[in-house]
């Protein structure tokens, strides 16, 4: 009966192109990637630094396990909680120019348990939301329980009015990505926290795409437009550009008291392994030094979307090293990322539920190691679908 059940499901989800499957990648999947013995180029990874293949990285994480072992053992209020744990939350909170930070095991993680702890308890809250956040912002602002108030991509005067209807709500809580995963576009976050402000809402940024990638030493994008200190709850992953895993969370020290008290992401699981933490903090070390790297990802992600452009493809609004480019139904994607993939280049495509429905697309993400070959390879390729 069980099977049944399940055959049901799977059949539907076939029937409608949605099924997916997983592909076994046999290398680091940098921007070479090897998949059933070819190596293809790969615009898929969020190692936007290059830095899943550093020595410097990789050596810190293997001397941390010579010194303690793997596992950390058990959750943080336990006994997992390692002198390497805090010197990475202090050194992250440093980075971020914030007091304190608290690291949870993903970036998932981290969003799902400070939505739904903070609005714990708070009947008269609310959430408000930029419709293309994440998944992992959506999933906090649904276990919260809370009314959701959803506002048009980017739409600062439809966030605005929300705000003015939601003065009933005591507590309000305004979520947004800085560089947004799908679109590769950027949050008007002067606005954005200036709206915050003005009415009262506590204003929480996801920084996962842009930490490392903007800002001075990689701070991220609040640093770009100078509102760090006006981002109550600053989200960021260890996972893209850190090219280590796991996720964290800046702001006051109450915020990182309460998250260590209410959080349950954060503590019913195992705290990240020591090995994740010294990746992480030779990583950051790195990161800050990354200018010249941070400028040639920045100058090709410019080219490849003028290129694009040129070619007639729809990249929406990107600003970003993340250019998506529509190709509406899920077969047309299914079938030029298959094309692609015949032609030594690896993008898979995105359909929904990750993006709406007739959105689907090619997203491209760059890495500072892509160089224009690698650009023209594929626009040459991309040529016969314009
Ligand atoms: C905006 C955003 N937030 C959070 C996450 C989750 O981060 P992690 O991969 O560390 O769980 C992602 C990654 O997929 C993301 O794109």
Redesign the pocket.
Known sequence: MFSNFLSKKLSKMKDINLFRTLRQVQSTPSTKIEINGESLINFSS?DYLNLAENKEIINAAIEIIEKYGFTATSSRLISGNLAIHEELETKLANFKDKQSAIVFP??????IGVISALLSNEKESCIIMDKLN?A??WDGARFSGKRIFVYNHCDMNFFEKILKRSSKYKVKLAIT?SV??MDGDLTPLKDFTYLCQKYGAISMV?E??STGVFGREGKGLADVFGVSDKIDVS?G????AFAA???FVCGSHKLTRFLINKSRSFIYTTAISPAICAAALKSMEIIKKCNNKRQHLHDISKILKDKLMTLGFNTLNTRSQIIPIITGTTENTEKISSYLFRHGIYIPAIKPPTVPKGQSRIRLSLSSKHVNDDIEKLCNSLKRFT
Request: without cysteine.
């Open positions: 969020n993903s970036g998932y993680q981290a969003n994440h992992s912002l990505e947004f995963s996801d996962a795409h989200i992953t260890l996972s893209k895993q796991g996720g």
